[in-house]
């Protein structure tokens, strides 16, 4: 990456990766986040930035070191590694990769590159700081709309349990079973017609309407290991069926997965109004909710062992996936639908175009 000396960059960054978040520095120089999914942030400086899975982050760079000569490095590190809270899950890549930001202004320089310092693979602490920075920006040109009465609130425990093992086929999961994701203990199954043809088209038997705003249990979800009985879980096709206009609180709960969830919701950005560890606590933990000036995303970091909460408008109709952006969980299951209706409306598409 060429840089020239006195100039300012901005750097627009997304992870693309399909199983971790990232760490993300350039050596010699800090960062000031501007925004995220496509949204204003009050700004803030950091030596590195914490990315999920499938998300935006825009920053400004300095190129302000010198290159008079003086010594300085004219070539410098940028580097990425996995941010991957699952110790127990092997074999993972720690591998750092790296490119090079280039002074093409300075004298040529052929020492050894410096290289920024990232935090560990399995840093949580330091991911959590860099998302509790995540807010607003707030101004008379850049207003927020945050929700402040909900008609509808849910929780859906992200958790990974057992399946029955098809036949004829040898699986490795508890029981002789085999591994998949749930959300509310059901494990998406993508149908054979779309979901939105079957609405318009009264097809039944594509998919059931009845989403559970809970799980079926109330459990530990932050105990070290899950009871047999409780790993089982079902498959199903199911969808949270929304009025149009309806405000929608999700609390998302992680539950004995040990990893964080990067969940993604198509067609819409919401509010990430709350965050913290633990089972959450609905006499308790909304008082610490931020409804001043919550970051506006598309998608959402749920910490391993904790919780994630977020706020929604439903005024995009449409048959909408929420799921987690890590692709192996949500090819086990971490999928499920919203639907966002309005009668009114011609037929929409599930990018919200007419047709």
Not at 166 to 186: D, H, P
């Amino acid at each position: 990456m060429p840089v020239e000396h006195g100039k300012t960059y901005l750097l627009r960054i997304i992870n693309a990766g399909l199983t971790t978040d990232m760490f993300f520095a350039v050596a010699g120089h800090r960062l000031t986040v501007v925004g995220t999914d496509g949204r204003y942030l009050k700004p803030f400086t950091v030596d590195n930035i914490m990315i999920s899975s499938g998300q935006t982050m825009n920053v400004f760079l300095e190129a302000n070191r010198a290159t008079n000569g003086s010594g300085d490095n004219s070539r410098y590190y940028m580097a990425t590694s996995p941010f991957f809270t699952n110790a127990g899950l092997l074999p993972y890549d720690e591998k750092i990769t790296t490119a090079i930001l280039e002074y093409t202004d300075a004298p040529p320089y052929t020492g050894p590159l410096d290289s920024p310092d990232l935090p560990g693979v399995h840093n949580v602490a330091a991911a959590t700081a860099y998302t509790a920075q995540l807010r607003s920006l707030v101004t008379k040109e850049h207003p927020i709309d945050v929700p402040m009465v909900v008609d509808e609130d849910m929780l859906v425990t992200i958790s990974a349990g057992t399946l029955p093992c098809e036949a004829n086929k040898t699986c490795g999961g508890l029981l002789g079973g085999r591994i998949a994701a749930s959300l509310n203990n059901i494990s998406f199954v993508a149908p054979a017609v779309d979901i939105l043809d079957a609405y318009y088209d009264s097809i039944s038997g594509v998919y059931e309407p009845d989403f559970p705003d809970r799980p079926p249990l109330l459990f530990n979800f932050t105990a070290s290991k899950l009871p047999q009985e409780l790993q089982l879980m079902k498959r199903g096709t199911k969808v949270k069926v929304l009025e149009y206009g309806t405000v929608v609180e999700v609390v998302f709960q992680d539950a004995l997965t040990a990893e964080s969830h990067p969940m993604h919701l198509h067609g819409f950005s919401f509010y990430v109004v709350g965050r913290g560890f633990g089972k959450f606590d609905k006499d308790k933990d909304p008082a610490t909710y931020n409804l001043v000036d919550p970051p506006y995303q598309n998608t959402i970091s749920v910490p391993p062992g904790g919780w994630a909460a977020m706020r929604f408008r439903a005024a995009n109709p449409g048959v909408w996936f929420m799921h987690c952006h890590f692709d192996r969980h949500m090819v086990w299951g971490h999928e499920h639908c919203v639907h966002c209706e309005k009668w009114q409306n011609p037929r929409l598409s599930n990018d919200g175009t007419s047709s």
